[in-house]
């Protein structure tokens, strides 16, 4: 049974810094690709960005890049976001989501998924 966890989440200003943590448990965490999403209040769940199962190869969405960056620890079993310039629009819960698969942005090919932590950036 895989199991992701998310942290990190909380309020912070407009421009200010936040990093969120998603650790994973009952699998081989090397073998995934891992998977940031977000839904903001009233919108539909949007991809963010991933982290690539073997090579670690990063993708962003255009929304974020520049201003967030995946990292992982292999050693760790953690995938990690770090969101910078934070804008009151990337408020939002966000999840982070495992796949077998090679880098992908469609949701639908992510098969577990953590809880979700809430990001609330004031303006």
């Known amino acids: 049974q895989v199991q992701l966890v998310e942290s990190g989440g909380g309020l912070v200003q407009a421009g200010g810094s936040l990093r969120l943590s998603c650790a994973v448990s009952?699998?081989?965490?090397?073998?995934?690709?891992m998977g940031w999403f977000r839904q903001g209040p009233g919108k539909e769940r949007e991809f963010v960005g991933y982290?690539?199962?073997?090579?670690?190869?990063?993708w962003d969405a255009d929304s974020v890049r520049g201003r967030f960056t995946i990292s992982r620890d292999n050693a760790k079993n953690t995938v990690y976001l770090q969101m910078n310039s934070l804008k009151p629009e990337d408020t939002a819960v966000y999840y982070c989501?495992?796949?077998?698969?090679?880098?992908?942005?469609?949701?639908?090919?992510?098969?577990?998924w953590g809880q979700g932590t809430q990001v609330t950036v004031s303006s």
């Open positions: 009952g699998g081989t965490f090397s073998r995934y690709t």
């Open positions: 982290s690539a199962r073997d090579s670690g190869v990063t």
């Open positions: 989501a495992a796949t077998t698969n090679y880098g992908t942005d469609n949701e639908n090919w992510y098969e577990f």
